[in-house]
């Protein structure tokens, strides 16, 4: 889903089909190679990319070093990304650089509250949702991958094992698999982390499922405040 550069992607362009080419009305080059990277990664990177499309890189106005830059991390080599953009623009006349971490900005921010509705047995022990991960956290389903979720550990790393099912029809609306020190109970409320990166800009009204209320807390007094709510007006305004 992610991946760039698999065989017959859409995207790009090979160096070999550029030689030769007008460039004149180019003004820059974008490459997109990270995901949660740290800075030692885009070092190989830039190498890759000097030896392919280096010569193009000083008669352009700028060059996108795409995103995957994990810079808000605790661990993350500011320095030598400083560094690195640095001597690059010095290699190419002091090209303009461009960056694109987006996930930086939001990283560990955000959560998504949802509420058990009830507890099924079909070899197992499945826990229905009122929330869902084809419409609130659809990377879920189409990357895949499995949220954390506070006090929540991997299947059978705990006591109490549960199939965390969504509320829409679409059968394979399965969160995932987690493990629970205590057995759940109806109206128990589950705590999704870091929510705000793609849930917000991707989720849907599929099966006429509300969207999650938006809140924001605030530390200084404690307090959570609800700022937005959805309902079937909403729903309505995106298909007329």
């Known amino acids: 889903m992610y991946n760039p550069v698999l065989p017959g992607s859409r995207f790009g362009v090979a160096p070999s089909d550029l030689e030769g080419e007008d460039l004149s009305g180019i ?5 997109h190679a990270l995901c949660e990277q740290n800075s030692d990664v885009l070092v190989r990177v830039l190498e890759s ?8 890189a000083s008669k352009m106005k700028w ?7 994990h810079i808000t991390r605790k ?13 690059f623009r010095k290699r190419h006349g002091g090209v303009g650089i461009y960056l694109e971490p987006g996930e930086a900005v939001v990283l560990n921010a955000g959560v998504l509250v949802s509420s058990v509705l009830d507890i099924v047995r079909n070899g197992m022990e499945i826990a229905i949702l009122d929330t869902s991960a084809e419409t609130h956290m659809p990377d879920v389903l189409a990357m895949p ?12 790393e705990r006591k109490y094992t549960y199939r965390l099912g969504g509320i829409s029809c679409l059968a394979g609306d399965v969160i995932g698999d987690y493990s629970f020190a205590k057995e759940l109970r109806r109206g128990e409320r589950l705590v999704f ?3 705000a ?14 969207l999650p209320s938006l809140a924001i807390y605030k530390p200084e007094s404690g307090k959570v405040q609800v700022v937005r709510r959805f309902g079937y007006q909403d729903y309505k305004g995106r298909l007329s």
């Not at 990319?49 to 193009?56: A, L, Q």
């Open 145 to 156: 991958y499995r949220p954390e979720i506070i006090g929540a550990g991997k299947p059978k």
């Open 75 to 87: 661990d993350y080599d500011i320095e030598l990304l400083c560094k690195t953009i640095s001597d």
């Open 193 to 195: 982390l870091d929510m």
């Open 63 to 69: 060059v996108n070093f795409g995103g995957g830059h």
């Open 27 to 31: 003004d820059g080059l974008h490459f």
């Open 197 to 210: 990166l793609y849930s917000f800009v991707k989720n849907t009204n599929f099966n006429g499922i509300r």
């Open 49 to 56: 990319f000097e030896k392919r499309f280096g010569k193009y």
